[in-house]
């Protein structure tokens, strides 16, 4: 089946919707004597929209390449569909990709860029079928009755959607993209992703994303998959990223994050108690894999600490070093003896409510125990 | 400074600018104007020997150039997927072609086709019955088309190169995402992207040998091109004929390289 490439295959082939749509298995990829790759393992579902997040340079780009066919992994297997496809070439591959510069061929005009791949088919759709799937995928980017257009006539949003159109008119079984919304302005990438999103779901295709952006990898995917020198660190939903990072780099990668220093004290299932520095201990639910006398950390998510103007049980009293307002919520800098500098995020309503601070203020943090995540300090 | 360039410029183009102006004289004297007449182009048009050599040079410069064409962009093209020191040797190699001086090509192509024709035509001769009927290689239009391909290839694939690497090279990965084969993305995509390259390439190098006369004097064997006639003429006195002749050639030439500088530079902003 593999052999011939068949764009459109999907609807005959999702029989089995337990089987993954691609796998990477100990997958590496080294150039040279730089290794972009080390054993990844990752299968990705039929259906759903996974991102690789991380930095530049820490693979998800090799991985994305590898799956599409550009880069041969150096070691272990890349599965499509279930077959092994490590040596098949890219043109044979049921997956699609949206470049990051769009790759649009510059000579042809938007429906002749969109017709590409329909006509690469064997048999050979029609003129007709051809023109008929390529109106409706320009409908479905909302660019209908932009066929006789130029490339360089449209501006970077539509080329963007001319791209999308591109790939999605195969119908591929993975529709790949490679940090797309990067060259867009803010307001317009906003768009786009809610745009991806609705796409993703109607038209039922997985969808791989690459990304650097946090925001937009928490907010698209069904599953993330956090990336960091060439190994995956973590994969899991948006939640569980944000609510259970698995070590220090992915809650400081995947939103912000207080961090206090500190090694394991006592650990009791899944709680434990962490001894800082100067003594003193915090108690927090223990991410998995550590044990007493592990160097680690606690880590406190800003929105989960309240900023009190009075003193409580367990509060840590402290100084307002700077407060920065950001629409919805303010940011407050906060300065503890014990703690040293913790930000603090407050809703508006908290402000609404009186509770507002200004420079120099004191007061009093608190949050509650199961907020703080004990793990691993690995940096 | 001014002053000094313009010496430089009067200095480089009088003689080209006598040349067409005595071409239109009237008298049969180089020295002479004697009034403005075309009947030396008429004159030039009506000799048969320059209209042969002319037919053989047109032919030698349109094969050549289209050889060098086909040649030069599939070594281009080809050269451009390489990476690492082949490559560069090969960069190397292609511009060596280029600076080195027509007079060491004329005489290394003469030496190497004389030395090859040495050996293989006894050879050929020995596989006919008849030794007499056997076809024998010698010097004439196909040694000029041999040597001229070879030293116009150099000029195309430098321009053809140049627009590959302004190429993204991301259109051929999406090309092959969308399931076209190499053939499919190379006729498809690359192909279409550097043809303006391509035709320029070829204008130069019809040019290159159309103007040619050191190359060819050492490989034309008995066969004529115009500027050996030009030449050969020339030591028999100079005719206003032969400005008529001159000044024509390079009237072509002069529009051949425009148009190649205008394709390069168009293809450019695009």
Partial sequence: ?379 | MRIYAFCVYLFLYTPIGIIALFSFNAGRHASQFQGFSVKWYGRALNNPFVMEALENSLMIAFTSAALASIIGTMAAVGLHSMRGPVRAIFDAVIYIAIMIPGIVIGIATLIALVTVFDVVNPWLAGLWADAEAAPQFSMGRGSVIAAHTMFTMALVVVIVRARLSTVEGALMEASADLYAPPWVTFRRITLPLIAPAIFAGFLLAFTFSFDDFIIAFFVAGSETTLPIYIFSSIRRGVTPEINAIGTMVMAASLILLIVAQLILRRDKKT
Avoid at chain 1, 6 to 19: F, Y
Avoid at chain 1, 45 to 58: A, I, K, Y
Avoid at chain 1, 141 to 148: D, H, S, T, Y
């Fill in chain 1, 1 to 379: 089946m593999m052999q011939e490439k068949v764009p459109g295959g999907t609807q005959e082939a999702e029989g089995d919707a337990s089987m993954p749509v691609a796998e990477l298995r100990s997958v590496s990829k080294s150039f040279g004597s730089v290794l972009a790759a080390r054993d990844l393992n990752l299968s990705i579902r039929q259906g759903e929209f996974l991102s690789f997040l991380g930095p530049s340079g820490c693979g998800k780009t090799t991985a994305l390449r590898m799956l599409a066919g550009f880069e041969t992994p150096t070691e272990g297997e890349v599965r499509i569909a279930g077959e092994v496809v490590n040596d098949l070439p890219s043109f044979r591959r049921p997956v699609n990709m949206v470049f990051q510069s769009y790759a649009l061929f510059p000579h042809l005009t938007v429906a002749q860029n969109i017709a590409y791949g329909l006509q690469q088919q064997r048999p050979r759709p029609t003129r007709e079928e051809v023109s008929a799937k390529v109106s409706e995928a320009l409908e479905t980017v909302r660019l209908a009755g932009f066929e006789g257009r130029r490339i360089w006539e449209m501006s970077g949003g539509q080329q963007q959607r001319v791209a999308l159109a591109r790939a999605i008119v195969n119908r591929p079984r993975l529709l790949l993209l490679d940090e797309p919304l990067a060259a867009l302005d803010r307001k317009l990438r906003k768009e786009m992703q809610i745009e991806l999103q609705d796409l993703q779901r109607s038209l039922g295709i997985t969808f791989v994303l690459v990304t650097h952006d946090q925001e937009e990898a928490l907010s698209l995917s069904d599953r993330i998959c956090v990336m960091r020198g060439g190994r995956i660190v973590q994969i899991g939903s948006p939640r569980e990223l944000y609510d259970e990072p698995a070590s220090k780099y992915v809650a400081d990668f995947v939103g912000t994050s207080n961090f206090f220093e500190g090694s394991i004290a006592s650990k009791d299932g899944e709680q434990a108690v962490l001894k800082l520095a100067d003594g003193q201990t915090m108690a927090g639910t223990c991410a998995p894999g550590l044990s007493v006398g592990d160097k680690a950390c606690v880590s406190l998510r800003p929105e989960q600490i309240a900023l009190e103007n009075a003193a409580s049980d367990g509060a840590h009293p402290v100084t307002v070093l700077n407060r920065i307002f950001l629409g919805e919520h303010t940011e407050y800098l906060v300065s503890s003896e014990t703690l040293g500098n913790v930000i603090v995020l407050a809703p508006r309503q908290a402000e609404r409510a009186g509770t507002s601070y200004n420079k120099g203020d004191k007061a009093w943090i608190t949050w509650r125990e199961d907020a703080a995540r004990i793990l691993l300090s690995e940096q």
